[in-house]
């Protein structure tokens, strides 16, 4: 008989453990299904994991491509942690990112085709304005209305997708693209561009701001008031009330910050990697964030460590695809598994596996 | 000092790219898609044509394909991958890696790139589509005799050229046999999403058409057309044949294997050079499929004659008296329209309602 006792305490080993464990069985469990699918596992596995990084005629591009993928993951991740951490479910940063960058670009390309340096910063201070402020809907809904955040945010993508589109045919639209929906190309507008800092690292201001926002997570929530407070809400919503927290400014916090992180990774990818504002700007960065928050523990280094290793599935899932001809259906199985097996071992964090009868009470 | 260096990194990258294809004789190609190769439509007819590739060239050709590669920084890392895996020729084939294909083909000099339905070309890229209007022409015809409620529903993907000059070519052949036919343009924003697309076709039905034309790739409109009874519908880039005779009458269907198998033997010859084609049901890029049961003999035999005479050049499809939506004129009688002005088409034709969205 196996049976679930509730550990007074969550584990803090587990709490750590699990993630390693959700790999490992991500491997084993992804292997089976490549085996099935008539390919060979050790093969797939090794060019999801192994060639990105070390093989010798890829690696040279692939690794710096791993921050290229990494940093927009890290940078909103970071922020949606700390919302999760206090109870507050932002789950549309998805839209918060494409606003940011259709506010960054938009202020940028009304200045077209100015060479002043202080176009990129402009832009990015826009971005951020815009992701803000797209994620002040579902922070005020929520304060003065008690909406429900979770909704509310989600929802809000959808309107922004479609913003998105209407801007891409429309208002950005290049007038010197021959009647073709997309912006200017702001990669190839120096004033505007974001280009690889150091060559062959991959590393643009969003991987410099990732790495700012990481830092800054860590600070707040280990040292600062803010910091302990976001986590008493989290754990405890009446000592937190108790402990003089108004929950109204945490939402306010936390979906503000969440919101400008998600609209800073926006505008940096519509000025370096994307390129351009175009109908498919967003590929999902918002929603996997929270796949990396939760598989990096909410913990800024965790999620530092969760976003480089859901870079590396899509970057090995790629080379996997075509290399060895694997659907990318089933690439995508295997990052749903990552997942999936850590929401089911986390059931050890909370719980205790007891083997042997249970014990009769009296 | 920033240009000189990413020279530098793009030279060290072709090197490797060099080195990389020189290790076999086989010549490698590589197909990128913008859907799954199961969505029956659009990439489904380039993976066809990949398969005849193969079956052609048989131990002298390798194919790799990727599916489902989003238009973006995405695509550019996936052709770069491909490119450093040593293919010697790539096909992108959606709109919107045309940025990414010249972002990478600047780098991989030695590699020839295909792209499907853009406009720009460099020294090592090609471009090349089908005259797809030509066969919304046939398409447009049996659907302005076949409907009853003179209502025709229009699911558009994108507001693009190549989009807007379909609808154009279906409604001036509708409104040529049926002056009260009208056209109702759903824009999906999307090239597969058989969710949306499904839901499109069922808002259209629900405003009385009974006939639902698409340019989405999924097979979701046939089978909402399907449920609803006495709709027709036309197959998109792939036969959809599964849903004849009816709901689907009859199709549009991209043939790439003659233009993929020809361009793969080019660089093996060494005789590839950047070009730009654009080739139309004459040359077989486009064809019809078959026009089922469901559309009495004489509307057949009619929209037969039509694609016989686009294919004999006898007859085209913009041919003046043609005035714009605005009531400006465009065409006078006789006159054909230029490829320039079809290729970026950005206006509708007198006659539809509604605007183009932007």
């Given at each position: 008989m196996i049976a679930l006792e509730k550990r007074a305490q969550p584990s803090r080993v587990w709490a750590w453990a699990t993630p390693l464990l959700a790999v490992i069985l991500t491997l084993v469990a992804g292997g089976l299904m490549f085996a099935v699918l008539g390919k060979d596992p050790v093969a797939a596995l090794r060019t999801i994991f192994y060639d990105p990084l070390f093989?010798?005629?890829?690696a040279s591009y692939s690794r710096p491509q791993l921050l290229v993928k990494a940093a927009p993951l890290i940078l909103i991740a970071t922020g949606l942690a700390l919302g999760f951490r206090a109870?507050?479910?932002?789950?549309?940063a998805e839209g918060q990112y494409i606003i940011g960058a259709l506010c960054g670009a938009g202020a940028g390309l009304a200045l077209y085709p100015s060479d002043s340096p202080l176009i990129f910063p402009m832009m990015v201070l826009a971005g951020a304005l815009g992701g803000w402020l797209w994620a002040m809907i579902p922070a005020i809904l929520k304060t003065r209305f008690h909406t429900n955040e979770i909704l509310v945010s989600l929802l809000l993508v959808y309107v922004a997708e479609n913003l998105l589109a209407s801007m891409a045919v429309g208002t950005l639209r290049n007038p010197d693209g021959g009647g073709f929906p997309g912006s200017r190309n702001l990669s190839q507008w120096p004033a505007a561009a974001n280009p690889e800092l150091i060559p062959g690292t991959g590393a643009h201001w969003g991987v410099v701001a990732a790495i700012i926002a990481v830092i800054f997570a860590y600070i707040l929530l280990q040292k600062h008031l803010l910091g302990f407070h976001i986590r008493l809400a989290g754990q405890s919503p009446r000592a937190a009330r108790f402990a003089g927290v108004v929950p109204e400014r945490l939402v306010i916090f936390c979906l503000g910050l969440s919101g400008a992180l998600a609209g800073l990774a926006g505008i940096f990818e519509a000025t370096g990697p994307a390129g351009q504002i175009s109908i498919d700007f967003n590929v999902g960065y918002g929603f996997t964030a929270i796949i990396v928050a939760f598989l990096g523990r909410l913990h800024p280094i965790g999620i530092v460590l969760a976003g480089l290793l859901m870079a590396l599935t899509y970057i090995g899932g790629e080379l996997a695809s075509f290399m060895l001809g694997i659907p990318i259906a089933a690439i995508q199985a295997f990052q749903g598994m990552l997942l999936f097996f850590l929401l089911a071992v986390d059931v050890l964090t909370n719980y205790r596996i007891r083997l042997g009868r249970r014990e009769v009470r009296a | 000092m920033i240009r000189r260096r990413t020279l530098l990194g793009a030279a060290a990258l072709a090197a490797l790219a060099t080195g990389a294809f020189a290790q076999d004789d086989k010549t490698k190609v590589g197909f990128i898609y913008v859907g799954p190769v199961g969505d029956g439509g659009w990439s489904y007819e380039h993976n066809q044509g990949r398969l005849a590739v193969e079956e052609h060239f048989g131990d002298k050709v390798e194919t790799v394909y990727q599916e489902s590669v989003p238009e973006g920084a995405d695509a550019e890392r996936v052709m770069t991958q491909m490119a450093l895996s040593g293919a010697d020729l790539i096909f992108t084939t959606s709109f919107g890696y045309m940025d990414p294909t010249m972002n990478v083909a600047a780098k991989f000099p030695d590699v020839k790139f295909e792209h499907a339905t853009g406009y720009k070309t460099a020294e090592n890229v090609s471009n090349y589509s089908a005259r797809f209007y030509e066969g919304r022409a046939v398409q447009g015809l049996i659907a302005g005799r076949m409907t009853k409620s003179n209502k025709i529903g229009y699911i558009a993907s994108f507001p693009i050229p190549e989009v807007i000059r379909g609808i154009n070519a279906a409604y001036l052949a509708a409104k040529k046999v049926n002056p009260d036919v009208e056209f109702n343009v759903v824009w999906a924003f999307t090239w597969f999403d058989p969710a949306k697309e499904a839901d499109a076709a069922k808002a259209l039905i629900e405003q009385g058409a009974d006939v639902v034309l698409q340019?989405?790739?999924?097979?979701a409109p046939q089978a909402a057309a399907a449920e609803a009874g006495n709709v027709i519908t036309f197959g998109q880039a792939?036969?959809?044949?599964?849903?004849?005779?009816m709901p689907r009458v009859s199709s549009i269907i991209d043939n790439w294997a003659p233009y993929y198998i020809d361009r793969v033997q080019a660089v093996m010859d060494g005789t590839w050079e950047s070009k730009s084609t654009w080739d139309g049901i004459a040359p077989g890029m486009v064809e019809i499929g078959e026009i089922s049961d469901a559309v009495p003999a004489d509307v057949k035999a009619e929209a037969l004659a039509l694609k016989d005479a686009i294919a004999s050049g006898e007859t085209h499809p913009f041919t003046g008296p043609i005035n714009k939506q605005d009531g400006s004129a465009w065409l006078v009688e006789g006159e054909t329209a230029d490829d320039g002005t079809l290729a970026g088409m950005d206006f509708y034709v007198e006659g539809l309602s509604g605007d183009i969205p932007n």
């Open positions: 093989d010798a005629q890829f109870g507050i479910w932002n789950i549309g | 340019h989405t790739d999924s097979t792939s036969d959809m044949g599964e849903y004849a005779p």
